[in-house]
Nanobody, 124 residues
Framework: QVQLVESGGGLVQAGGSLRLSCAAS????????MAWFRQAPGKEREFVAA????????HYADFPKGRFTISRDNAKNTVYLQMNSLKPEDTAVYYC?????????????????WGQGTQVTVSS
């Protein structure tokens, strides 16, 4: 069992930055591939970025490339999403997710555990 708790969301002006964190419980964090998804109001949840077990491989959706960076610190059981040059359309609830078997997957069904989400609001 893995419990995920996101933090770092908030209100920021367009062009600003935020760093989201996702802290995982348990001693097996390094055996899980991790990802960030987001869900904007009235829209389906969508893939943002993923990182493999060691942190050596990352995958991104097209929209955040060059603006968002996913990373992890296995010693701290934490995965991060650094978000720069934020746009109003980045406003959403951001979720982290953990997968035991799939690395880099864009599909929600690949992930076994989910956090409760953290709200990011970007004002214009």
């Amino acid at each position: 069992q893995v419990q995920l708790v996101e933090s770092g969301g908030g209100l920021v002006q367009a062009g600003g930055s935020l760093r989201l964190s996702c802290a995982a419980s348990g001693r097996t964090f390094s055996s899980y591939a991790m990802a960030w998804f987001r869900q904007a109001p009235g829209k389906e949840r969508e893939f943002v970025a993923a990182i493999n077990w060691s942190g050596g491989s990352t995958h991104y959706a097209d929209f955040p490339k060059g603006r968002f960076t996913i990373s992890r610190d296995n010693a701290k059981n934490t995965v991060y999403l650094q978000m720069n040059s934020l746009k109003p359309e980045d406003t959403a609830v951001y979720y982290c997710a953990a997968s035991k078997y799939y690395s880099g997957s864009h599909y929600q069904n690949s992930y076994d555990y989910w956090g409760q989400g953290t709200q990011v609001t970007v004002s214009s």
